[in-house]
């Protein structure tokens, strides 16, 4: 078993590893089934996340044994990153990984818990939640953060940026970090990195405008991109789901 802890937790190491060794019974479910599950707990005065990766497939559990960062491993460096980038991300405790000696078992991500006033799927369920263009607004600009400190986050989706309010501003956290590259990005790239997160036109246009307002990009360009990459994710997304049933109908 590999055990790394954050040295500012280190002191909590040993009831997280207890916590560990009954997971399944314990704790309050946020996500269970599919491909992950994740829980909160109280350890001593602080809430903490721990989020239980699937064991993968045959194949990926000798990848992750000798090739590849697992992703809870991956989940605890990148969240480093992004702190000492000054970007937001709930507080990374550590991370375990559950291996033999030929190939790669269970692993774990723990965080501080985080509880937001929302996230970016409210904007979309609720477009007359209070100071909706605002808070667009405020995500458009920390996404051009994001991008200028040279952050890929391919998992930008209306679930995976956590949301509170402080004052009349918002603040915001990336969760769900194991999909991420750092690097210098294009105009194409970033444009793209918007194309997950709504089907909504108007929101487009609100974030496309706040873009380039804060770059010196055309809106007519980024609105264009934008929008084409949106429809592109959408019919591809919508396409999947229709796959998806009629496989389960034939199962049936």
């Known amino acids: 078993m590999k055990v790394v802890f954050s040295e500012k937790y280190e002191l909590y190491k040993e009831d997280i590893l207890t916590i560990l060794n009954t997971f399944p019974q314990g704790g309050k479910s946020l996500k269970e089934g599919g491909r992950n599950t994740l829980k909160v707990y109280e350890v001593g005065a602080i809430p903490i996340n721990i989020k239980s990766f699937k064991v993968p497939n045959a194949i990926n559990k000798v990848a992750y044994r000798f090739f590849r960062k697992s992703k809870a491993k991956r989940s605890f460096e990148y969240a480093s990153l992004l702190l000492e980038k000054g970007i937001g991300t709930p507080a990374p405790i550590g991370y375990v990984e ?111 405008d706040e873009y380039a307002k804060n770059t010196t990009w055309k809106y007519d360009a980024i609105f264009s991109l934008m929008w084409k990459e949106t429809t592109h994710f959408q019919e591809k997304f919508h396409r999947k789901k229709r796959l998806k049933k009629k496989l389960l109908f034939w199962r049936n």
């Open 98 to 208: 559950d291996n033999s000696s030929v190939s790669f078992g269970k692993s774990f991500y723990i965080s501080e818990h985080l509880e937001p006033d929302l996230t970016f799927r409210k904007l979309i369920r609720e477009p007359d939640y209070p100071d909706h263009e605002n808070i667009l607004r405020q995500f458009t600009q920390f996404t051009l953060r994001l991008h200028d400190s040279g952050v890929l986050f391919k998992d930008h989706s209306p679930g995976n940026t956590l949301i509170r309010k402080n004052g009349k501003d918002y603040e915001f956290f990336l969760v769900d970090l194991n999909r991420m590259q750092f690097k210098e990005l294009t105009f194409g790239e970033r444009i793209q990195n918007f194309s997950r997160l709504t089907p909504k036109k108007d929101m487009v246009a609100i974030m496309s």
